[in-house]
Nanobody
Framework: HVQLVESGGGLVQAGTSLRLSCVAS????????IGWFRQIPGKEREFVAA????????YYTHALKGRFTISRDNAKNTAYLEMNSLKPDDTAVYYC??????????????????WGQGTQVTVSS
């Protein structure tokens, strides 16, 4: 199993940007597709974005496409989520998840079985 650790969250003002990182260890990073999800208390975990092996195969939830960008650096065992023009509604715990690349890209949380601990993003108005 791959282990994942997110970082880069924090308290920011609306309109600013953040870049989240997801560092993988314990297995070959390139063997996994990576997804980013977010969750607020009392709600289900929501799909944000996913990336296959290379940056040319990316997927986004429609509402966030254009503001958020997912990428990965296989040499650094790291995936990123660049978030621009942040809004208070983006406040959530953000999680990265890994799925064996042979299984394709997943857009649902139950399609992933490797998760990080999450990083809190709070956007103030």
């Amino acid at each position: 199993h791959v282990q994942l650790v997110e970082s880069g969250g924090g308290l920011v003002q609306a309109g600013t940007s953040l870049r989240l990182s997801c560092v993988a260890s314990g297995d070959t990073f390139s063997r996994y597709s990576i997804g980013w999800f977010r969750q607020i208390p009392g709600k289900e975990r929501e799909f944000v974005a996913a990336i296959f092996y290379g940056d040319r195969s990316t997927y986004y939830t429609h509402a966030l496409k254009g503001r958020f960008t997912i990428s990965r650096d296989n040499a650094k065992n790291t995936a990123y989520l660049e978030m621009n023009s942040l809004k208070p509604d983006d406040t959530a715990v953000y999680y990265c998840a890994a799925r064996p690349i042979d299984d394709g890209v997943g857009v649902k949380s139950d399609e992933y079985n490797n998760w990080g601990q999450g990083t809190q993003v709070t956007v103030s108005s």
